[in-house]
């Protein structure tokens, strides 16, 4: 069956840390990968997205992730956190060969400590 | 512009009794999903919308809950009957195109408690 996995429900980090946020997925074929955030009190919305090209996409507010075909995983990267990253990450899939909605993990809580 | 919006934003609901959940898709957008949330849980998608055509509702998880878009811009979600196990947000998204990789845009949600 098709899944998405996010590894880390909770993620607390001070200021200025590293985050890297898991995500592996089992799709058969092409894929459409995407991460979403939901800011505290605020709607769902897009971070960045893949679905060709440079498996190394950048996204808004500094966040990157990496498409790593043979290990099913798209990955999501800031090198340096901030207060207001605070919120719910979400890793998206779907595939053109299966429709068109997307399928999502359970989410990662990050907190960010001043 | 304006985003997508959805009415109401908070329903309570006795059990038994039947809802209607609206969207309103930002204007233009082809593409319309519905998506449920449960506490502490990632979207899991109900039905899909291009224009009016009710494309996928292998979501849906009874019979009880039904979704239309008529004129293939506003939809609405109804749940029949409500139960408990119904209790979640009810998450609306449109997109511009109809392949799988365009964005999908959210509404805020409606938050629906059933007593």
């Known amino acids: 069956a098709q899944s998405v996995s996010q590894h880390n429900h909770h993620v607390i980090l001070s200021e200025a840390a590293s985050l890297e946020l898991g995500c592996n997925y089992s799709?058969?074929?092409?894929?459409?990968l995407f991460w979403y955030v939901q800011y505290p009190g605020q709607h769902l919305q897009l971070l960045l997205k893949?679905?060709?090209?440079?498996?190394l996409v950048k996204g808004i507010k500094g966040f990157e992730a990496e498409f790593i075909k043979s290990k099913f995983s798209f990955n999501l990267r800031k090198p340096s956190v901030q207060w207001s990253d605070t919120a719910e990450y979400f890793c998206?899939?779907?595939?053109?060969?299966?429709?068109?909605?997307?399928?999502f993990g359970k989410g990662t809580s990050l907190l960010v400590t001043p | 512009g304006a985003g997508v919006s959805q009415s109401p934003r908070y329903k309570v609901a006795k059990r038994g009794q039947d809802v209607a959940l609206r969207c309103d898709p930002i204007?233009?957008?082809?593409?319309l999903f519905w998506y449920q949330q449960a506490l502490g849980q990632g979207p899991e998608f109900l039905t899909y919308?291009?224009?009016?055509?009710?494309?996928?509702k292998s979501g849906l998880p009874s019979d009880r809950f039904f979704a239309e878009r008529p004129e293939g811009s506003v939809s609405t979600l109804k749940i029949q009957r409500t139960q408990q196990e119904d209790s979640a947000v009810y998450l609306c998204?449109?997109?511009f195109g109809t392949g799988s990789h365009y964005e999908q845009y959210f509404g805020p949600g409606t938050r629906l408690t059933v007593t």
């Open positions: 204007s233009g957008h082809v593409s």
């Open positions: 919308f291009q224009n009016e055509a009710q494309l996928d």
């Open positions: 893949y679905f060709s090209g440079d498996p």
């Open positions: 799709y058969g074929g092409t894929v459409n």
């Open positions: 998206a899939v779907n595939s053109p060969n299966s429709g068109y909605a997307l399928n």
């Open positions: 998204a449109s997109s």
